[in-house]
């Protein structure tokens, strides 16, 4: 019996021929840009795995102010898809490369303006994608999203 495998991105240990053993060290890197908002809690903006990359939550802060995005639900939009855009790009790829996306609203009222918006940065085939009403955001945001790339 010869067994083997090969993980990636996760702390493991694999069983290869004649029950030796190979330890496997997960290595991250942290991702961070001044083009996105600075993180405003004790979190990095992205966390790249291998050639995954876990971004996490984006509110429309802008990012030279740190002040909320003005204006109407489009606009902040916007806002979070422009900041999520700055982090895939210093991770070395774009919002083409998002394989899940998360999207978070105080108001699911809002869920059409968010498709109507995502078609203008995302082309298909686009990415799985969960839309989630919840009572409150931080910063008091209507509109949160994080999202998951695949580099490789």
Excluded: W
Excluded at 71 to 90: H, K, P, S, Y
Excluded at 91 to 103: D, E, F, R, T, Y
């Amino acid at each position: 019996y010869r067994a083997s495998c090969e993980l990636r991105a996760c702390d493991a240990i694999a069983f290869t021929g004649n029950l030796n053993i190979k330890e496997l060290k997960m290595t991250k890197e942290i991702i961070s840009t001044d083009k996105a908002p600075q993180a405003i809690g004790t979190y990095s903006q992205a966390v790249k795995v291998g050639d995954t990359v876990y971004m996490s939550g984006q509110i429309p802060l802008i990012p030279e102010t740190m002040e909320m995005a003005g204006g109407d639900m489009e606009t902040q939009i916007r806002q979070v898809f422009d900041n999520l855009q700055a982090v895939a790009e210093a991770a070395g790829g774009s919002l083409q490369s998002v394989a899940k996306l998360n999207i978070f609203l105080t108001d699911l009222g809002h869920f059409a303006l968010v498709n109507q918006v995502m078609a203008d940065y995302f082309q298909q085939p686009y990415p799985a994608r969960a839309a989630i009403g919840v009572a409150s955001l931080p910063k008091d945001a209507a509109v949160e999203m994080d999202a998951v790339l695949e580099l490789g």
